[in-house]
């Protein structure tokens, strides 16, 4: 505006102050384009003829000959339009270019009196910079016409102190030098100004040096620095202002002119995008610069395919703290997965179940369209099924691992491994949710071990577990001899050489154990041996202590066993009926392991029991007697028939005989279920009385046992047999004058005739006296043919050596009274 109003008021100046003979053309229209100049006035006045350009202030060019045709006029005006051979990008000439003007009424031309600028102002037209000045200076090239009409051909005015013209590059007086497309030197500098093409007066165009640009982005937090590399941030900072998010930055230099500049002291904790304006000297970028702060991540959890579930990111900007409803969108291999929460170190999000699994799948971690980047060399990426194990424990003999991803029993293995140990385990559960896993650890000889989990060929961080010390008693230990195995497991090895367990049964003895030792180099556990007290029965409690560790287990006394009955021939006593039962560890006393024998189904009384030998005592006189033994409701041995031994008669005293009547005491074995007994006396030839006696049959509670199953006299022949068991107590009323006669005792099945002295009536007697001996002829004869002429010749002299004794001495205190004549038991038989 300025320059206008100077530019019409020296065209005043001049219109007024000079006289010419010629008068000053009055241009009432310019119009002009690229290939067109036409001026208009009123056809009364002069006008424009010719151009004279001038290339300084004397020197006319000769070399654009050119004229207006000035022949239209239209109404009141004439229409001047210039004609030249040459093209208009030839058209140059300096602020001294003159027209020549024509007077309307004569033919004079004036050609000295007028400059160009005076009559008329053609302005440039379309005026292209190619490009902006950079703010380090250089070479514009510039096109458009009427460039240099009046302006210094090689110079180019400008607004910018100290207004030294640019430099047009060019010889312009060359022919093929085109005027409509120039190329200025810029020095260096910044900001806005005006160009002039018309030499210092007008043909103006506000341009700049070219704007701020952005080409590197370099962000160094461990320094809080950020450096901009770029162009056109010219030299000098109190001119250049940098804006992140449209903050502007404090603290800044250039740090290499021109191209770049630090911001220091900068601080960004958040992820995602950041914009980026520099204004130099006014002049600012042009594109919208962002720059993203990505998330940085450094790991990132696995989940299992078929359940999905929540991967864990670690990393930093991982939330936005400035604003935290930004929310990332997360992406897994081609899978979104969908945020949880977030801090900024540690990010959430749950992962749907796939069909398929997958290994090193990509992820970003997306802020507003920021992606995520890795931080170290290699890109972080997700594999699907990665097991893991946080933690382990041992209880009960059963491991825990805690962990993730631990898949199937098809997929998945354990190993226990040790220097020494280096076991699979292929048995174990795992959790509908793969996050927890049990199996039964096996024997181990250590206590620590290593745990290896492997998945899908995956194998992973290990653990350590310590089981405690557990044992197992190998044996049984007989009641006679209390000698404990223990095999332990799970000890401190390898074992420290000094140290012995201790053994603590009931709340009794302590002893000491032997030295743990391994039975060989490839046994699982090591062994100890320790010393308990007898005893018998089942599930008894002790402690075993070991180094610091006590554990509680049980152990068992061997039960019975059962070999046989032994009953002789398998015979039995009619009297007594005792039932030997051989065997081991029959002293075993707890009901489980209990010995018990029935005969006929009925109970029998145990009557004395050691290690080896049970015998029983069967109350009922029958037979035969079918057996059968059970250690506890076990049943070891049945139908073992045991018939009666057939009885023996091996003490006959003489016959007492006083005023109440007469009495023997017969001693023999097996000698119940007597049916008939009496006393034949010969008072002369052929004529005999008979006496019937009344027998009581005392039996022995405790007969001899080795009597029944080791007796060799009774093992090969009765003959000579002289102890007895059972005893006869008989007696009859009648007096008796006689001195011997035949005395007749019936059992079931045998008959007996002994040959025996009375004694004289004396007043009493109750000792056996050894005058008589017995004469063994047992007959089988039933009862009915019992006669005094098979009575028994042999009236031996053997004497029987315990007749000296005491019945009642040896018999037992249980009496069976047994009435002779009766039999009533004979029915059974
Ligand atoms: C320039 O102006 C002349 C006369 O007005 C016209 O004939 C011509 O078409 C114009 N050329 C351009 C490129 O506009
Ligand atoms: C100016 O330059 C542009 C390209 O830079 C070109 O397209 C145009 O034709 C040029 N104009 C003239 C008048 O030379
Ligand atoms: C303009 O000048 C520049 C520099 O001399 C040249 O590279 C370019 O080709 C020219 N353009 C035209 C349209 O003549
Ligand atoms: C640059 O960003 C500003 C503010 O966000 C916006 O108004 C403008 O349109 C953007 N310019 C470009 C070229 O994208
Ligand atoms: C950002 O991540 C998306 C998805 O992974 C990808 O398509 C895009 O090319 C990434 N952009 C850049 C700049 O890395
Ligand atoms: C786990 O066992 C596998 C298979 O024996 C083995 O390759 C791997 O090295 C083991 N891992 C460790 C940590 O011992
Ligand atoms: C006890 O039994 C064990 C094993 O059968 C044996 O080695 C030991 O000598 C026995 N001890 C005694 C005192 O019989
Ligand atoms: C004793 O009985 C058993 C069967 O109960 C039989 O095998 C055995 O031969 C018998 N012994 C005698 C000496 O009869
Ligand atoms: C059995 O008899 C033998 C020899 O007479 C004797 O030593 C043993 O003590 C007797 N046994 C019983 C249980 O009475
Ligand atoms: C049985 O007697 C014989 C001979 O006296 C003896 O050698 C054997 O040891 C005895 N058996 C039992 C079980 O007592
Ligand atoms: C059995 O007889 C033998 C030899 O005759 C004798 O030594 C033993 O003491 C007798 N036993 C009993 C219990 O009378
Ligand atoms: C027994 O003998 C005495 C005298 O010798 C006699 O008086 C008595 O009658 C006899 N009695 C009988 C039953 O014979």
């Keep these: 505006m300025i320059l206008k109003t100077i530019l019409i008021f020296s065209f005043l100046v001049s219109f007024f102050s000079t006289a010419h003979s010629i008068e000053k053309p009055f241009v009432i229209e310019e119009i002009h384009n690229e290939t067109s100049l036409i001026f208009k006035f009123y056809k009364e006045r002069s006008y424009i003829s010719r151009l004279e350009m001038y290339k300084d202030r004397e020197t006319p060019r000769t070399d654009f000959p050119n004229y207006f045709d000035c022949t239209l006029i239209i109404g009141e005006y004439r229409y001047c339009v210039l004609h030249s051979d040459l093209p208009f990008s030839r058209l140059w000439g300096s602020i001294y270019s003159k027209v020549c003007v024509r007077d309307v009424s004569s033919p004079r031309v004036d050609c000295i009196s007028y400059k160009i600028i005076d009559v008329s102002y053609v302005a440039p037209v379309n005026v292209k910079f190619t490009s902006l000045p950079p703010t380090s200076g250089g070479d514009v090239v510039i096109n458009g016409s009427f460039l240099r009409f009046v302006g210094g051909p090689n110079k180019l005015d400008h607004s910018i102190p100290p207004f030294n013209p640019f430099y047009v590059k060019g010889d312009f007086s060359d022919p093929s030098f085109n005027c409509n497309n120039i190329t200025v030197t810029f020095p260096p500098g910044s900001g806005s100004f005006w160009v ?57 230099s250039i740090t290499i002119s021109h191209t770049q500049i630090q911001v220091i002291n900068f601080n960004r904790i958040d992820p995602g995008p950041m914009s980026v304006l520099i204004t130099v000297n006014g002049v600012q970028t042009q594109n919208n610069y962002t720059h993203c ?146 199996f039964k650890l096996p024997h181990l000889k250590c206590k620590s071990f290593n745990i290896n989990f492997t998945r899908n060929n995956i194998s992973i961080n290990t653990i350590s577990i310590s089981a405690s010390l557990s044992n197992n008693v190998i044996n049984k230990p007989s009641v006679s001899n209390g000698t404990l195995f223990i095999e332990l497991y799970y000890i401190d090895c390898p074992i420290s050489s000094s140290s012995k367990p201790t053994i603590t049964v009931g709340n009794s003895l302590t002893n000491q154990c032997s030295i743990p030792l391994l039975k060989s180099s490839t046994s699982d556990y090591y062994e100890t041996t320790c010393l308990i007290p007898f005893g018998t029965g089942i599930n008894r409690q002790f402690a075993l202590k070991y180094n ?282």
Excluded: M, R, W
């Design 293 to 438: 702060f990505p998330s940085i991540i450094t790991s990132i959890s696995s989940v299992s395919n078929d359940l999905g579930g929540i991967v864990t990111i670690k990393g930093s900007k991982l939330s936005s703290t400035s604003n935290s409803s930004i929310i990332p969108s997360i992406t897994i291999g081609n899978k979104q997965c969908k945020f949880i929460k977030s801090t900024t170190t540690e990010l959430e999000c749950k992962l749907d179940p796939n069909i398929s699994s997958g290994k090193k799948l990509s992820v970003d971690v997306n802020f507003n369209g920021c992606n995520s980047t890795s931080s170290g060399s290699s890109p972080v990426t997700f594999t699907y099924n990665i097991p893991a194990l946080s933690s382990g424990s041992f209880s009960n003999g059963i491991v825990t691992l805690i962990g993730e991803n631990l898949g199937n029993n098809k997929e998945s293995f354990i190993q226990l491994y040790t220097n020494e140990i280096n076991i699979k385990i292929e048995k174990f559960n795992i959790s509908s949710d793969q996050k927890s896993l049990t």
């Design 548 to 829: 610091s560790e006590l554990v509680n287990n049980i152990f068992s006394y061997a039960p019975p066993i059962i070999n046989d009955i032994i009953n002789k021939d398998n015979k039995t006593l009619s009297c007594g009926s005792i039932i030997t039962v051989s065997g081991n560890n029959l002293l075993t006393n707890d009901e489980e392991f209990k010995v018990k024998v029935l005969a006929n189904n009925q109970d029998t009384t145990i009557i004395k029991q050691d290690e080896n030998i049970l015998l029983v005592k069967y109350d009922i006189n029958e037979s035969p007697l079918n057996v059968s033994v059970f250690i506890g409701n076990d049943l070891i041995k049945s139908n073992v028939i045991l018939t009666f031994l057939q009885p023996i008669i091996t003490v006959i005293p003489n016959i007492k005989n006083n005023k109440d009547g007469i009495s023997i005491i017969i001693g023999g074995i097996s000698l119940s279920n007597i049916i008939n007994s009496s006393l034949t006396l010969s008072l002369n030839d052929n004529l005999n009385t008979i006496i019937p006696l009344k027998c009581n049959l005392q039996c022995s509670l405790f007969p001899n046992d080795t009597f029944y199953y080791n007796n060799t006299v009774l093992s090969s022949n009765e003959i000579h047999i002289t102890n007895y068991t059972d005893s006869l107590l008989c007696h009859s009323n009648s007096i008796i004058n006689e001195t011997s006669g035949v005395l007749n005792i019936q059992f079931a099945q045998t008959s007996f005739h002994y040959d025996v002295k009375i004694d004289e009536i004396e007043s009493s007697s109750s000792s056996f006296s050894q005058s008589s001996s017995p004469s063994s002829s047992p007959s089988s004869s039933p009862p009915s043919s019992t006669s005094l002429s098979s009575s028994p010749s042999s009236s031996s002299s053997s004497s029987i050596s315990g007749g000296s004794k005491s019945l009642s001495g040896t018999v037992a205190s249980i009496t069976i009274a047994c009435v002779a004549v009766v039999g009533a038991l004979v029915a059974i038989i």
């Design 196 to 252: 002039f093409f018309i030499d210092g007066v007008s043909g103006e165009y506000l341009i700049s040096y070219a704007h701020p640009k952005i080409s590197g982005f370099i962000v160094d937090l461990s320094k809080n620095v950020i450096i901009i590399d770029g162009d056109n941030f010219f030299t000098n900072k109190s001119l250049v202002q940098v804006y992140f998010d449209d903050i502007q930055q404090q603290n800044i």
